[in-house]
Structure formats: structure tokens, C-alpha cells
């Protein structure tokens, strides 16, 4: 894909991740929408990069949650853009506790933000770039959690592991369409989602967490200690907005900013270790195939012969 002159959208798009997407992309041409729900950070970013890039940035407030919202996004960067061609749902929350531990708001609140919210984000913009024509990318980023799971992680990955599948299977849905999907999966990166918790909504406000923690049940000591050592082995935002800025032009499915070698390994290992040790039934493989076929036409589930 040729991004010179082209629009993108971006979420969570004030600092981070975010943020690194939007130097890189500014950088190549394009011209950037960064989207956050925290008016301070936009301020901040716009402080930074419109003196530099101009007209070619603007900045909207934004819950990805609001679906309305969202819209009125789509509308205003097309007012001022013309068409979007790159969208990068990028927006999450990192709040981590055991799935038992959850309540309806913290599992909801997780969910609604790092899962629905990229299909918010791909439901509103994605017949608005079918509709243009000329193309374009959906970038939308996951996480390591989303290849395997860690410690009090199952709620986060849950979400991430959902990211992961959404775009896999977006990816085969506009094969035909001239639309590239990819989806990030990085491990440490320098971001501020250790502050997500601060921006609870009062909707999800019944939760198994104290206010502003992050992981359920550590000590603001352990858990600045913990931001400290891992900030020291993360990798620059900017690093990984160019990775980003990288795989749209090449249409690459995978980003995958750091070595994960063995623990994705070890999740490859185990599902083939769990693989039936027995001759392939040639009868139910072509029933199967028979099926998906049918589901891949559109027709409808009849009698297979």
C-alpha cells in the first residue's frame, strides 16, 4: 500500500503505542487522527506534533465504547480528511486479576473496551473505506496475551486472544476487497496503561479492584516497582509505530515486535501433542469440507451427499 497522502484513524492515539503510530505514520505522509478518551493527552500530543505537521493532524476525543461516539468521529475526520484509508484500533485497557475475582462491571469493563470497542471501531469505519474504493488497512493491536496467557492475565487475554481471531478472520473476509488487516501482538512497550484504571466509568463502577489499582490485590509499592523494571527491557512506542507503519505497506497479518519463539512454541507443542493419534476419517473430512463450503458460498445447510 502506498500511504503517501492517506488518512488514518487511530485510537488510543495520544500517547504510547498510539502516539508512536501517529509520529510514524505523520512522518511518512500520511495525514493522522489520533483519538483518546482523555482530553489532556490529546493536548498534550497535539502540542507536539502540530507545529511540526500542521494541518495534517487533528485530534478527537473518544470513548470506544460509545458507538455514537464513534460515528460522529468517522464524520468529523472525514470533514477534514476527505476518506479514511487506515484505520488502527489501538485504544485497551491492562487491568489483571484472576477470572473468579472478577465482578460483571470489571469483566464487562474489560471486554466493552478492548474487544467490542475494535469492532466498534471496524463496524463504523470499515463500509465507510469499502465505500471509497481505493483501498486501505485495518490495523487493530492485541497483545502477547492474545498468543498465550499469563499469570491472573485470563480476563486480558480473553479480550486479546478475541483481537487476534477478529482480525484473522476480517483478514480472509476482504481478501477480495483490496483491504489489508494486520494485528499487533507486542510484549513491554513504554505506554501509560498502567493509568487505564483511573478512568473507570462510573458504569462499571462494582468492582473487585481498589481504586486505581491494576492488578487485583498489589501494593502501590510492588506495583510501581514492577512499571520500573519493566520499563527498563520495553520498547520505544515509536519502535513500534513504525513496525505498524511497516506492515500496512507490505499487508502483513502478523506484528510481532519482540522474540516469542518458545512460549508460543510451547502452545504449538502442546495443541499438536493433543492432536487424536489415529487414521484420518476420509468421511468425515469431506463432510466437513462439504460444510464449509456451503458456509463460505452463503448457501444454504441441506442434506449432504
Given at each position: 500500500m ?38 489532556e ?11 511540526r ?16 461516539g ?16 487506515v ?5 485497551g ?9 472478577y ?11 478492548n ?52 482480525m484473522?478472520?476480517?483478514?480472509d473476509?476482504?481478501?477480495r476487497?483490496g ?14 496503561i ?26 502501590p ?30 499487508n502483513r497479518?502478523?506484528i510481532l ?28 473430512l ?16 441441506g442434506?449432504?451427499?
Amino acid at each position: 500500500m502506498d500511504v503517501a497522502g492517506k488518512a488514518a484513524f487511530i485510537t488510543g492515539g495520544a500517547s504510547g503505542m498510539g502516539f508512536g503510530m501517529a509520529q510514524a505514520f505523520l512522518a511518512a505522509g500520511m495525514k493522522v487522527a489520533i483519538a483518546d478518551i482523555r482530553q489532556e493527552h490529546l493536548d498534550q500530543a497535539m502540542a507536539e506534533l502540530q507545529p511540526r505537521w500542521g494541518a495534517d493532524v487533528m485530534a478527537v476525543q473518544l470513548d470506544v465504547t460509545d458507538r455514537e461516539g464513534m460515528a460522529q468521529a468517522a464524520d468529523a475526520v472525514e470533514h477534514a480528511f476527505g476518506k479514511v484509508h487506515v484505520l488502527c484500533n489501538n485504544a485497551g485497557i491492562g487491568v489483571i486479576g484472576r477470572i473468579v475475582d472478577y465482578t460483571y462491571d470489571d469483566w464487562d469493563w474489560m471486554l466493552d473496551v478492548n474487544l467490542t470497542g475494535v469492532f466498534n471501531g471496524v463496524r463504523t469505519f470499515l463500509p465507510r473505506i469499502l465505500a471509497h474504493g481505493e483501498g486501505g488497512h485495518i490495523m487493530s493491536t492485541a497483545s502477547a496475551g492474545g498468543l498465550f496467557v499469563g499469570d491472573k492475565g485470563g480476563p486480558y487475554s480473553t479480550a486479546k486472544f478475541g483481537v487476534v481471531a477478529m482480525m484473522c478472520c476480517l483478514r480472509d473476509d476482504l481478501a477480495r476487497d483490496g483491504i489489508g488487516v494486520s494485528v499487533l501482538c507486542p510484549g513491554a512497550v513504554r505506554t501509560n496503561i498502567h493509568k487505564t484504571a483511573e478512568l473507570r466509568p462510573a458504569r462499571y463502577a462494582d468492582s473487585s479492584f481498589a481504586p486505581g489499582e491494576v492488578i487485583a490485590g498489589q501494593s502501590p509499592e510492588d506495583a510501581a516497582a514492577e512499571r520500573e523494571a519493566m520499563n527498563a527491557i520495553a520498547m520505544d512506542p515509536l519502535q513500534i509505530g513504525e513496525m505498524v507503519l511497516a506492515a500496512v505497506r507490505a499487508n502483513r497479518l502478523y506484528i510481532l515486535p519482540q522474540p516469542l519463539q518458545q512460549v508460543v512454541g510451547l502452545r504449538r507443542d502442546a495443541i499438536l501433542a493433543s492432536l487424536p493419534d489415529e487414521p484420518v476419517n476420509q468421511e468425515r473430512l469431506a463432510a466437513d469440507i462439504a460444510i464449509r463450503k456451503m458456509i463460505a458460498s452463503g448457501r444454504p445447510l441441506g442434506r449432504l451427499s
